[in-house]
């Protein structure tokens, strides 16, 4: 007999699961509190990274049913989207999204619509680079300085290098300077 597990995440520790799992109650599926599996964890690991998620796998069998809200609870990419729903159908597990209509993503047409959102979130990560290579050089164009500014100025960094000539130590300097010890070997290193 087939059982249903759901799967909430949520990137941080001051946000909650509460409205993924109302929404999978709002859609009709029944899902046992004890096969609810609930984490803290950023979207940029992956799932077989991620302890809550690896505990699932333990506890889901052939013939059971995941369901999530969106897509990106499951992966921190469309590849890694994929390799998940990839991986659970192997395993003969259904892996329905509400944000899909509730499509079984293992069906053929859920493998078709996931390999249409793969290839446009591809393209929008393909665009976002691009904008944001645009940025950078037009940016370089107009002699913007990138990075972060640099903790002290041009007259206080010779001063260090002076300082350091003379022997003080980059302990003594970073209190000086009210600044880390690594800001003062960044320039001890430069020289």
């Known amino acids: 007999m087939s059982r249903t597990f759901a799967y909430a995440r949520v990137s941080t520790a001051d946000q909650t699961t509460t409205n993924q799992i109302r929404e999978i109650e709002a859609a009709g599926f029944a899902v046992d509190k004890r096969r609810v599996v609930v984490e803290s964890i950023s979207g940029s690991v992956s799932a077989d990274q991620r302890p809550g ?34 991986a659970l159908a192997a395993r003969g597990v259904r892996v329905h999204c509400l944000a899909l209509g509730g499509v079984d993503l293992t069906s053929a047409a859920g493998r078709m619509t996931m390999q249409v959102l793969n290839a446009v979130a591809e393209f929008e990560r393909d665009l ?53 010890r690594q800001t003062i070997m960044r320039i001890r290193d430069a020289v």
């Open 128 to 180: 976002l680079i691009e904008r944001t290579n645009a940025g950078i050089s037009r940016a370089k164009a107009e002699g913007k300085a990138m990075g972060r500014p640099s903790a002290l100025g041009t007259k206080q960094r010779e001063e260090v290098t002076m300082h350091l000539a003379r022997g003080l130590t980059v302990a003594a300097l970073a209190r000086q300077y009210q600044t880390s």
């Open 53 to 86: 998620f690896a505990k699932l796998l333990d506890r889901i069998e052939e013939g059971d049913v995941l369901i999530v809200t969106k897509l990106d609870r499951l992966g921190r990419n469309a590849m890694d989207v994929r390799a998940t729903v990839e």
